[in-house]
C-alpha cells in the first residue's frame, strides 16, 4: 500500500500570500496524484488530478507540481474562502485508494 | 450539472446493518467507476470501497472487507453501501464519489453513527 505523508500538518498563513503544500508518496506514483479542498460541513472538492491539471472551474491561483514521490500544492494570493484542510491523494495501481493526512491552511 | 445525493444514514447499534444509497444524475452514469470514502468525527479521509461501470469489479478497503458490499444499479442511477456488523469505528460522514482514480464530483454526505 502506498502511503501518502502531508506536510505540514498547519499551514498559518496572511490573506494574500502563498501557501506551499508537500505530499510525499512512499513510493513512486508517476503523476497519479489528484488534490482536494475540504470546509466544515461541505462536500470535498477536487482541485488538481494528474498532479498538475486543474479541475473544472477551479481558479488559477490553485496550482500542482511534481512525479514520483514527492508533490506540492501552491496556493497564490490566498483568498478568505481558501482557508480549508487539504488532502492529496494518489491513484497509481489501486486498490486501494490512499489519502494523505492533511494540511490545514489557517488565517495567520 | 452533476448531483450525487446520499440517503441511508442514522444511528445503529454495534453489530447492526445500513444500506446507504447514492442517486446519481447529471452525468452518463454507467461509465464511470464510483466509490464510497469517509471521513470519522476530526479525522481526515478514507476511501472505503469501489466498483466499476459495469459493476464486474469491486473493491473494498481492509477495514470492511467482509462487512460491506459495494453495488449499483444502473437501469435506476444509483449506487449501494450494504454496511453489516458494524462498529463503532465506522462512524462517519460517508460520501459517494464519481471516479477516474480521481474522485471528480461528490456528494454532500450522509452520516453515520455506530453507538448503543
Known amino acids: 500500500e502506498k502511503v501518502m505523508t502531508q506536510f505540514p500538518a498547519t499551514l498559518s498563513v496572511s490573506p494574500g500570500e502563498t501557501a506551499t503544500l508537500s505530499c510525499r508518496a512512499s513510493q513512486s506514483v508517476s503523476d497519479s496524484l489528484a488534490w482536494y479542498q475540504v470546509k466544515p460541513g461541505q462536500a470535498p472538492r477536487l482541485l488538481i488530478y494528474d498532479a498538475s491539471t486543474r479541475a473544472t472551474g477551479i481558479p488559477a491561483r490553485f496550482s500542482g507540481s511534481g512525479s514520483g514521490t514527492e508533490f506540492t500544492l501552491t496556493i497564490s494570493s490566498l483568498q478568505s474562502e481558501d482557508f480549508a484542510i487539504y488532502y492529496c491523494q494518489q491513484y497509481r495501481n489501486w486498490p486501494p485508494l490512499t489519502f494523505g493526512g492533511g494540511t490545514k491552511v489557517e488565517i495567520k | 450539472e452533476v448531483q450525487l445525493l446520499e440517503s441511508g444514514g442514522g444511528l445503529v447499534q454495534p453489530g447492526g446493518s445500513l444500506r446507504l444509497s447514492c442517486a446519481a444524475s447529471g452525468f452518463t452514469f454507467r461509465t464511470y467507476a464510483m466509490t464510497w470514502v469517509r471521513q470519522a468525527p476530526g479525522k481526515g479521509l478514507e476511501w472505503v470501497s469501489g466498483?466499476?461501470?459495469?459493476?464486474?469489479?469491486?473493491y473494498y478497503a481492509d477495514s470492511v472487507r467482509g462487512r460491506f458490499t459495494i453495488s449499483r444499479d444502473n437501469s435506476k442511477n444509483t449506487l449501494y453501501l450494504q454496511m453489516d456488523s458494524l462498529r463503532a469505528e465506522d462512524t462517519a460522514v460517508y460520501y459517494c464519489?464519481?471516479?477516474?482514480?480521481?474522485?471528480?464530483?461528490w456528494g454532500q454526505g450522509t452520516l453515520v453513527t455506530v453507538s448503543s
Open positions: 464519489a464519481s471516479t477516474r482514480g480521481y474522485m471528480e464530483h
Open positions: 466498483i466499476s461501470g459495469s459493476a464486474g469489479n469491486t
